[in-house]
């Protein structure tokens, strides 16, 4: 007779396995930006993929073992097709395809002796930026709505952290990269190269803008410039002699010169004789009208 093992602890084991081969990963990340959801996903292979397109303003992207997670990216697109086929092309959502993927991965955690070792996000762009949503689904089935970003496979955790750090309303394609790389390039999550190059990135954006079909890959140069614009520009450092002037003592001695100007006369005058005015003396000090603006015209 087979030992006996509790339901409890077979779905315990199933649940540390699978988390095992999901965590050897390297994780990835879908974030908002002002015109549209960018992924990035660490990948130097160029033939296989871990982001891919679903349906028109639909993407995929997975963490885990290859074969399974493009079994269920095959299996999500005909979803998809038959839906929009049966009923109409709007009919297809992410939150649809996303259920989907929540009851197939729950019933083969439950029922097949090994789980799937994978992580998928589902992410639709909308007309509006509220209109975006962004699905993650693990290997059990369980489905959560991630609004703005999400990281998944890998070290998930302290990469969604450092993620939240960078990330922000209204970004713009360079600033959500350069948030997306600098949560990619942590310690934790399992590297020691702090730099990415173009080859071995994967990017893919959902286009707001774009009619129909939205997706779109960002290679090569593009993806060159990216890199370029995330990294931070090297400050430049004044010249060492910009601090002392020829004229550095010229304050001083104007001000010493106007007080000696304007200092009275200490001693009484006579009542039968006027005081002398002396000779003119011109504005007084501080009373010019230059400098205040171009040309001695006040500042708007």
Known sequence: MPFYVSPEQAMRDKADYARKGIARGRSCVALQYAGGILMVAP???????????????????????????????????????????????????????????????????????????????????????????????????????EPGFVAFGGQADQVSAALKEHYSDGMSLAEAFSAALAALTTPANGGERTEFAASQLEVAILERARDHRTFRRIRATRLEELILESRPTPAVEPPADSASTPDSASPDSASSTSASAAQPDSAPSAPSAPPDPGPPTGPEPGGSDRGSGLGGTPPL
């Open 43 to 145: 990948n130097p292979s160029s033939a296989l993929h871990k982001i891919s397109e679903i349906y028109d303003r639909i993407a995929f992207g997975a963490v885990g073992r290859y074969n399974e997670y493009e079994n269920l990216r095959k299996a999500g697109v005909t979803y998809a097709d038959i839906t929009g086929y049966q009923f109409d092309r709007h009919d297809v959502t992410a939150r649809g395809i996303a259920n989907w993927y929540a009851q197939t991965l729950g019933t083969i955690f439950t029922e097949s002796n090994k789980p799937f070792e994978v992580e998928i996000v589902v992410a639709e762009v909308g007309a509006t930026p509220a209109d975006d949503q962004i699905y993650r689904i693990t290997f059990d089935g369980s489905v959560t709505d």
